[in-house]
């Protein structure tokens, strides 16, 4: 079955303390994102990938990071998390430019 | 940037009757229009999407317009059912390297029984 996983599905933390969420693709895909959820604001997207070892910033990167690897896999990582990343973060792919996004389950985060 | 606005941010129909989600976006080089559903606890999934050469798409009772000389396009479901009930986010894709899609704020449908 074609799927996008994350995990953990929850995480509670604390400021500071270092955390992945890990994503991974079983369809091939070249591109990957991250997009944050939060209420009102839609999905805004935070790195985005095309391909292994091509990373780029989206509209909101600050306090992330991304790598890249493997096609299949695109860890999220805070360093150094803030209450303010406390959100539903969604991993997303797809197989060509322009081509239909598959998403995981997304991962609700909170950060006291 | 791109810039999608979507309108309404909730909107409660009764079943049976249609629903209708509007969205605008700036940037005219944008040629595709996807739209996701979100079920709670669950990630966004494309139910429909329309290319810029098309001016409308149907596919049961789910169905998109698009204007490309207003820049807007429309969701329209029909014989609405509890299970429409979702959050329903439009977007649109630029040109260019990467094709960004940019999403709109999201519409919370509501299908009262």
């Known amino acids: 079955e074609a799927q996008v996983t994350q995990n953990p599905r929850y995480l509670i933390t604390v400021t500071g303390k270092k955390l992945t969420v890990t994503c991974s693709q079983n369809m091939n895909h070249e591109y990957m994102s991250w997009y944050r959820q939060d209420p009102g604001l839609g999905l805004r997207q935070i790195y985005y990938?095309?391909?292994?070892?091509?990373?780029d910033k989206g509209d909101v990167p600050e306090g992330y990071k991304v790598s890249r690897k493997e096609k299949r896999n695109f860890p999220l990582i805070l360093e150094s998390p803030s209450p303010n990343q406390t959100s539903l973060y969604f991993c997303?792919?797809?197989?060509?430019?322009?081509?239909?996004?598959?998403f995981g389950p997304g991962t609700r985060l909170t950060v006291t | 940037g791109e810039n999608v606005e979507q309108h309404p941010s909730t909107l409660s129909v009764q079943e049976g009757d249609s629903a209708v989600i509007k969205c605008t976006y700036s940037?005219?080089?944008?040629?595709?229009f996807p739209w996701y559903k979100q079920e709670l606890g669950k990630g966004p999934q494309l139910i429909i999407d329309i290319r810029s050469n098309v001016g409308e798409k149907k596919d049961q009772r789910i169905a998109v317009t698009l204007n490309k000389t207003a820049k807007h396009f429309s969701l329209h479901i029909t014989e609405t059912q509890p299970e429409d009930s979702a959050v329903y986010f439009c977007a649109a894709r630029g040109t260019g390297g990467y094709q960004k899609v940019t999403f709109g704020t999201g519409t919370k449908l509501q299908v009262i029984p």
């Open positions: 997303a792919s797809h197989g060509q430019a322009g081509g239909r996004q598959y």
């Open positions: 990938s095309m391909n292994v070892e091509v990373t």
């Open positions: 940037d005219s080089a944008s040629n595709y």
